[in-house]
């Protein structure tokens, strides 16, 4: 943060009254609440497809966009063959990406399983 936007954050706080002071620091907290509430759900969700969700979310968001501008695009008429053929590319795409995810899930899990057993096998003999 820059000095003067430091300067400006401290000096706006001073002219506070208790009452305001303590309502701020109260709405902070709330929100810091629900922040860490979200970044949790994330952490969990990342865990559970390996790392990937970052490329799950774009993948999906891009083929939902994709699939609005065809259907825009195409009057809503589904009988467009290059619309139809652009949506099953991108619902192929989300697919495979999806796929793809839930494997690198499933052996970062297998290693995680692994470990453990490893470690509780050979648990009592160090």
Do not use: C, R
């Amino acid at each position: 943060m820059p000095k003067e936007g430091l300067e400006k954050t401290i000096a706006m706080f001073s002219d506070m009254s208790d009452d305001q002071l303590e309502s701020s620091l109260k709405s902070m907290a709330k929100f810091q609440k629900v922040v860490q509430f979200f970044q949790n759900i994330w952490i969990k969700a990342n865990a559970m497809v390996g790392g990937h969700l970052k490329k799950v979310v774009l993948s999906g968001g891009l083929a939902f966009v994709v699939i609005l501008v065809l259907y825009f695009l195409g009057g809503g008429d589904n009988s467009s063959s290059s619309g139809d053929a652009m949506a099953d590319a991108a619902t192929k795409l989300m697919q495979q990406q999806q796929e793809e995810a839930a494997a690198a899930a499933s052996s970062t899990m297998k290693e995680s399983v692994t470990a453990e057993s490893v470690e509780d096998e050979f648990a009592g003999e160090f």
